[in-house]
């Protein structure tokens, strides 16, 4: 999905000049990436969700029980490595992830548990990530840096 969402922006005349020929990034500025990862969400979100299950589908010619054609609230693109400490991550694939995020004042979910973790507890947990954390992210699903 995120894919898919990244050959959409590389078309959009906004960020095509941050692309080259085969769609892969070349160049952007930290806004620019900001700014792609909002589409992004918004794209993965309520679009190709929809599609890749129409995919699924078809191919199983049948219909998914508990179809999904967006995804609910509370489940949000995650950045491994902050998109504020690196944003030049802020649109790659292995650096996103779907995690469930709390809905107003309920309890923890698995995007505030992974901020807590990431952090060591030390500091603004949304914005610390140990280099502990960010090595082993980093190795783990082969993120460059």
Known sequence: MVERARAHLAKLPSFKHCFN???ELIK???KEM???YKQLQQLVS??????VVE???KGFESTLKNR???LPQSVQIHHLLYK???PSLAITPENL???LRKVGGGFDEAHDLFHLVSSAAQGNRWRTLSLEMRDLLTDLFNIVK
Not at 46 to 51: D, F, M, S, T
Request: aromatic share 4%.
């Open 68 to 70: 999904v054609t967006a």
């Open 97 to 99: 992830i779907l995690a």
């Open 84 to 86: 504020s400490l690196h």
């Open 21 to 23: 020929e085969a769609g």
């Open 55 to 57: 995919e699924l589908e």
């Open 46 to 51: 309520h679009k190709y969700v929809g599609e």
């Open 34 to 36: 900001k700014d792609m």
């Open 28 to 30: 952007a500025t930290d």
